[in-house]
């Protein structure tokens, strides 16, 4: 009945309607991309975050140990050949 009530002829409500169904099924694909992206761009900045957290551990523990060296050497007198 919604053909004999349209004023479009019948092929081209088909064609429309075929339209929309794939601009439909782009969307949810572009949507499920999207999701994807987001997701392991989530995963990829806790990485980053892990690594800057390792990094600062790193840096101190390299602080520490030149920190040792220098008291080390200040307190050991001289060699003396």
Known sequence: MLRIMSKDPPNQTD???REVRQIQEAQL????ASDQINEQLLN????V??????LTLLE??????A???SEDEQASPPDSL
């Open 67 to 69: 920190e040792g060296e």
């Open 44 to 47: 990829v900045i806790k990485q």
């Open 49 to 54: 975050e892990r690594l800057g957290r390792r």
């Open 15 to 17: 064609d429309l309607l």
């Open 60 to 65: 101190d523990r390299l602080t520490t140990l």
């Open 29 to 32: 694909f572009a949507d499920r």
